[in-house]
């Protein structure tokens, strides 16, 4: 039976692996690791305390449960990093750097690791951006993926360290609050209509980025862990669920909300969105790995506005 480790297992994305994870693999066999005891906690000795910059405290936890896949989340996300580059840069690289070293050391199964559209830059072609293609960003967020994507890269081919990674879009999830993204206008969204029925956005109308629904993102983290290695020719793989602009999102929600209203008032996450893919070729996690998303901007927006109506009563 698999065991895995969680590193970030508080966040946006990590909170809600965990539980799937769990489902699939039993509950025993998910260890949740973070600095931030999560807001649900139903195993006291299933989470453990863990500093990612803590190579030994990785190592110890690694070895004591007997962990062979460990997915690797923790991050200082795009518009947070821009505010603290210099531990932007400290806490995604090196926490990556000693994930890999535990996975040389103890020869782990699999390390699971998300990149971003952040890699991309202003250089690249912004439609249908393809898997390999220049990728100079702009953000401390983006250069960390990139070193990120080529340490992986090094350990593969240097260690034959199995590790594994995709390009995530802007994630939106009915269950967490946005963490500091670029994205995060197409999660408030949502809230804000439900409470306010109001919003005030900080890109242009026009801004279309790619996105994917939570629980794609969820089954894209568990289908690529559990793909067979010997079909894999790439180490990184651009994936997608959706692509719409700030505006198109708006009129799916006032289909269901006929009275919310929208102004754009673009700061400085503009110009970050703008370096950003607008749509992603994810064609080769297609044809490698059998990838496929369930979710398109109307039956995502059914589903959280359900959720978040019950939810915010």
Request: charged fraction near 25%; hydrophobic fraction near 40%.
């Amino acid at each position: 039976m698999k065991r895995f480790l969680v590193i970030g297992s508080a966040g946006q994305i990590g909170s809600e692996l965990v539980p799937a994870l769990r489902s699939k693999y039993g509950t025993d066999n998910v260890i949740e690791g973070d600095l931030k005891t999560p807001a649900i906690l139903s195993e006291k000795d299933l989470f453990v305390s863990l500093d990612a910059l803590d190579q030994q405290a990785i190592e110890e936890i690694v070895r004591e449960r007997e962990i062979d896949t460990i997915y690797h989340l923790a991050s200082i996300l795009s518009a947070t990093g821009e505010k603290m580059p210099q531990t932007t840069w400290n806490l995604n690289m090196n926490s990556l750097i000693n994930v890999l070293e535990v996975g040389r050391n103890l020869n782990l199964e699999r390390i699971i690791w998300p990149s971003s559209i952040a890699a991309f830059g202003a250089s690249t072609p912004r439609d249908d951006t393809p898997n390999e293609t220049i990728l100079r960003p702009s953000t401390m967020y983006g250069i960390t993926k990139v070193a990120g994507e080529l340490l992986l890269e090094y350990y593969f081919k240097k260690y034959g360290l199995d590790v594994r990674s995709v390009r995530l879009p802007g994630i939106i999830s009915s269950e967490t609050l946005p963490g500091g993204g670029t994205t995060d206008f197409a999660v408030e969204i949502y809230y804000e209509a439900i409470k306010r029925k109001k919003y005030t956005c900080f890109v242009k109308e026009t801004t279309m980025l790619p996105m994917m629904y939570m629980p794609d993102c969820i089954k894209c983290l568990v289908d690529l862990a559990e793909a067979d290695g010997s079909k894999l020719e790439h180490r990184v793989f651009n994936v997608t669920g959706m692509s719409f602009t700030a505006g198109e999102l708006a009129s799916e929600i006032k289909k269901h909300i006929p009275s919310f209203k929208i102004e754009y008032k673009p700061d400085y996450r503009q110009k970050i969105a703008d370096s950003w893919p607008r749509s992603l070729d994810d064609s080769l996690a297609r044809e490698e790995w059998g990838w496929t998303p369930s979710y398109d901007i109307a039956s995502m927006t059914d589903d959280m506005l359900e959720i978040l109506s019950k939810k915010l009563k």
